[in-house]
């Protein structure tokens, strides 16, 4: 079926269906039960389409119906809006800009990806579920059953819930007052910045950003790592590892005491037996931090004037002044420190 403005309320069904125009409107059912496509300037759907193979393209999508299909199903445009179902073996949605405020699912597969912006206020789900644009915003349900990831070549901003077996978000800025969380191992990366006032829980849990600034809950039930130039813990964050004594917290910074403190407090949030505190890359890791002078070294990293704390530590310390060059405060420069 093909024309300048095609208008179906009706039924439209074949082995291979294909419905095409300047504009296609459907508020029936277009089916085919190998492969059904419908194409057209403007595509906009309140009923059904449906097929094995089933393929939705044009300048604007615009679902608030059911677009489905046993294998794949593909949704394409310049600009695809959906309020209703999109479903499929394999789904696959994209566009310059997407909005969802309905469900988007793969039974397997499920990629959603924006050459501008990703909106989702819906659902998003599948085994495996990707959402990738310009700007991520999430206000629903981002999730994957095996794995979830999330980037941004600019900016994520989440104020839902992005979950997954392994969920891995990314962006130049990752901003969180939702929650973030992976059943094995999360991971939330930023060139520039990570602000956190939400959840980011997982078994193994890794943040990482040029600035980390956490004024919520940071967790990873075996272990938490933090890897910044600069960490901003809040006097209300919490970074913790929940795990046995075999679990660890690596706070891993380049400069600043105010780092030095968040690695401290992750310590004293858990019940591993040791944070450590080293370089924003992970490496030159210091000695760990004993948990027996870590009251002593919380209270001093909080002062009011933290370019100024001198903690109160002997040189001798067992496991407190092997810190990298950088740490001045805790370099075991004796004269500068106030011994106990």
């Given at each position: 079926?093909?024309?300048?403005?095609?208008?179906?309320?009706?039924?439209?069904?074949?082995?291979?269906t294909t419905v095409s125009g300047d504009n296609v409107t459907n508020s029936g059912n277009i089916t085919g039960s190998?492969?059904?496509?419908?194409?057209?300037?403007?595509?906009?759907?309140?009923?059904?389409?449906?097929?094995?193979?089933?393929?939705?393209?044009?300048?604007?999508?615009?679902?608030?119906?059911?677009?489905?299909?046993?294998?794949?199903?593909?949704?394409?445009?310049?600009?695809?809006?959906?309020?209703?179902?999109?479903?499929?073996?394999?789904?696959?949605?994209?566009?310059?800009?997407?909005?969802?405020?309905?469900?988007?699912?793969?039974?397997?597969?499920?990629?959603?990806?924006?050459?501008?912006?990703?909106?989702?206020?819906?659902?998003?789900?599948?085994?495996?579920?990707?959402?990738?644009?310009?700007?991520?915003?999430?206000?629903?349900?981002?999730?994957?059953?095996?794995?979830?990831?999330?980037?941004?070549?600019?900016?994520?901003?989440?104020?839902?819930?992005?979950?997954?077996?392994?969920?891995?978000?990314?962006?130049?800025?990752?901003t969180n007052s939702g929650n973030i969380s992976g059943s094995d191992n999360t991971t939330v990366s930023a060139t520039?910045?990570?602000?956190?006032?939400?959840?980011?829980?997982?078994?193994?849990?890794?943040?990482?950003?040029?600035?980390?600034?956490?004024?919520?809950?940071?967790?990873?039930?075996?272990?938490?790592?933090?890897?910044?130039?600069?960490?901003?813990?809040?006097?209300?964050?919490?970074?913790?590892?929940?795990?046995?004594?075999?679990?660890?917290?690596?706070?891993?910074?380049?400069?600043?005491?105010?780092?030095?403190?968040?690695?401290?407090?992750?310590?004293?949030?858990?019940?591993?037996?040791?944070?450590?505190?080293?370089?924003?890359?992970?490496?030159?890791?210091?000695?760990?931090?004993?948990?027996?002078?870590?009251?002593?070294?919380?209270?001093?990293?909080?002062?009011?004037?933290?370019?100024?704390?001198?903690?109160?530590?002997?040189?001798?310390?067992?496991?407190?002044?092997?810190?990298?060059?950088?740490?001045?405060?805790?370099?075991?420069?004796?004269?500068?420190?106030?011994?106990?």
């Amino acid at each position: 079926m093909s024309g300048g403005n095609v208008t179906n309320s009706g039924n439209v069904t074949g082995g291979n269906t294909t419905v095409s125009g300047d504009n296609v409107t459907n508020s029936g059912n277009i089916t085919g039960s190998d492969n059904t496509t419908v194409s057209g300037g403007n595509v906009t759907n309140s009923g059904n389409v449906t097929g094995g193979n089933t393929t939705v393209s044009g300048d604007n999508v615009t679902n608030s119906g059911n677009i489905s299909g046993t294998d794949n199903t593909t949704v394409s445009g310049g600009n695809v809006t959906n309020s209703g179902n999109v479903t499929g073996g394999n789904t696959t949605v994209s566009g310059d800009n997407v909005t969802n405020s309905g469900n988007i699912s793969g039974s397997d597969n499920t990629t959603v990806n924006a050459t501008n912006n990703v909106t989702n206020s819906g659902n998003v789900t599948g085994g495996n579920t990707t959402v990738s644009g310009d700007n991520v915003t999430n206000s629903g349900n981002i999730s994957g059953t095996d794995n979830t990831t999330v980037n941004a070549t600019n900016n994520v901003t989440n104020t839902g819930n992005i979950t997954g077996g392994n969920t891995t978000v990314s962006g130049n800025d990752v901003t969180n007052s939702g929650n973030i969380s992976g059943s094995d191992n999360t991971t939330v990366s930023a060139t520039n910045n990570v602000t956190n006032t939400g959840n980011i829980t997982g078994n193994n849990t890794t943040v990482s950003g040029s600035n980390v600034t956490d004024n919520g809950y940071i967790n990873g039930t075996n272990n938490t790592t933090i890897n910044s130039t600069y960490h901003n813990p809040t006097d209300d964050s919490t970074v913790s590892n929940q795990g046995n004594d075999s679990g660890s917290v690596i706070a891993g910074f380049k400069s600043g005491i105010g780092d030095v403190a968040g690695a401290v407090e992750n310590m004293m949030s858990s019940n591993s037996t040791n944070a450590v505190i080293g370089s924003g890359d992970g490496s030159n890791l210091a000695q760990p931090v004993d948990k027996s002078v870590e009251a002593t070294l919380y209270q001093q990293l909080h002062m009011e004037n933290p370019g100024e704390v001198k903690p109160l530590f002997n040189c001798t310390d067992s496991g407190v002044m092997n810190l990298p060059a950088g740490e001045k405060q805790l370099n075991g420069e004796c004269e500068n420190v106030d011994k106990k």
